[in-house]
């Protein structure tokens, strides 16, 4: 056992980059010199595979134009179908179950559209208070279009502290009048990870659907879906799937679903055999292609290619280890660094409940947040009082992590954050 000193001094740092089975993906991304981005769990950084499969997919329409649909080495046509099968493998399921497609909200709205089927009493959606607002507009508004209120019909379980779901609370909402549940795999602020086989058999037995929004795990954490039976899930793939900005977005549809009619129908969820004939009579295809909609964003969805590929080599079982050191290592160092400084860890110790990021709450974070981008260190602020901090497996090194802790250990012994006001930028 090394002792708890033995992490503080930069030595370790550098010896646990030196043992570091995946340090090598760290060099295909582009890492601004001397800054430490921790904000990967918002907008992962681009790499150059990524970049290359970009601007292959722009040669193929600068060479082939139309004949890009069905020529070359990834026919738009079939791109979407082909980037779910690679995705499939992060979350735990078939190839077909699968499909890159839209984005977050957007498949939310899809989804809910075909998995809430109200019946009689049975007509509420169980959702939570600490989910991303833009899941609870979309549930809202999919309960409206039905003509029910959502002050009625959309039950929010509370939690005991404003950070965390205790899955005890989800289970005792499960009630006869539920419908359909939809909740965070991991919580977008205090990166607690949902235990979501639990919750799904807990669901299954009192005869609920469930589906999970995965935008803070995949990429992160390994899911299986398939096993677990969760009946659909949606993630975006612009946080750890690097993506790029606006990046397509992924969903996940179990099987035993298949040949449900989408909530929302459109030329692209076609069987692939029929789109063309251009009959009036929509033949979903029998996959979780039958999700989407209209033309599919080629350029937006070409970075993914180089991406996967990496996730592909990497393996997310090395990716999840690598993550839980790299968030264990940054709040033992948070706890023995600054240990006065009014910091409360507001993640999950314990490693089968956290994310990938480490939640930092503090009555100054607003100015904390602002004083560490401005000394190099990108963090990501969530009013009112939450710095989030994610060291990414495939980019962030250790010694990075250290950096980070000495940084903010100046910033907080000189008092640098008051030089800073007290607002948050538009943007985080
Ligand atoms: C990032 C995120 C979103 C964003 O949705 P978009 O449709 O991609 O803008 C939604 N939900 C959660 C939980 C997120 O973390």
């Known amino acids: 056992m090394e002792s708890r000193s033995v992490l503080l001094k930069e030595a370790h740092a550098l010896q646990c980059d030196a043992e570091d089975g995946l340090a090598r993906f760290r060099e295909a991304f582009y890492i601004q010199p001397g800054i430490v981005y921790l904000d990967g769990n918002s907008l992962g950084l681009l790499s150059r595979r990524a970049e290359e499969a970009l601007l292959r997919a722009l040669d193929d329409w600068k060479t082939r134009g139309i004949d890009g649909w069905t020529e070359g080495d990834n026919p738009w046509f079939y791109q979407a179908e ?12 078939e190839p077909d179950e699968v499909v890159v497609s839209g984005s977050t909200t957007v498949n939310l709205h899809q989804l809910a559209a075909a998995f ?20 609870i507009y979309a549930l809202q508004s999919q309960l409206r279009l039905r003509g029910l209120d959502p002050a009625d019909y959309l039950v929010r379980v509370k939690s005991r502290d404003g950070r965390y779901l205790a899955e005890e609370d ?38 609920i659907l469930i589906g999970f929004d995965g935008c803070h795990s995949v990429g992160a954490i390994p899911h299986r879906f398939s096993e677990w039976g969760v009946d659909f899930a949606y993630w975006c793939t612009y946080k750890y799937l690097n993506s790029g900005p606006g990046g397509v977005g992924g969903l996940y549809v179990n099987r035993k679903h298949f040949g449900r009619l989408p909530g929302l129908a459109g030329w692209f969820g076609s069987d692939k ?3 063309f004939d251009m009959e009036h009579d929509f033949t979903p295809a029998r996959t979780a292609g039958a999700y989407q909609i209209g033309t599919p964003h080629i350029l937006s969805m070409a ?31 948070i706890d023995m660094e600054l240990p006065d400084m009014g910091f409360v860890i507001g993640s999950p110790r314990e490693d089968e409940r956290r994310g990938g990021h480490v939640s930092l709450e503090h009555p100054e974070a ?19 009082n939450v710095i989030r901090l994610a060291p990414v497996a495939l980019y962030t090194s250790y010694h990075e992590v250290w950096r980070a802790v000495q940084v903010l250990k100046r910033i907080m012994q000189e008092k640098l954050y008051e030089r800073y006001e007290n607002k948050r930028g538009v943007v985080t």
Do not use: W
């Open 170 to 207: 989800i289970i005792a909402a499960m009630t006869e009048e539920v419908a359909l549940i939809v909740l965070p795999t991991v919580l977008y602020k205090s990166g607690q990870l949902l235990d979501i086989p639990r919750l799904t058999a807990e669901a299954h037995a009192r005869g």
């Open 82 to 93: 082909r980037l779910g099968a690679m995705s499939a493998p992060l979350v735990g399921a």
């Open 303 to 333: 970075p993914l290619f180089g991406s996967l590929e990496m996730f592909a080599e990497a393996g997310m079982e090395a990716i999840r280890d690598k993550s839980l050191r790299q968030t264990r290592y940054l709040m033992d160092l």
């Open 366 to 384: 607003a100015r904390i947040s602002q004083a560490l981008k401005a000394h190099g260190v990108i963090p990501d602020f969530r009013a009112p």
């Open 116 to 135: 809430f089927c109200p019946e009689g009493k049975r007509s509420k959606i169980l959702a939570d208070e600490l989910n991303f607002p833009s899941d």
């Open 273 to 275: 055999e029929k789109q």
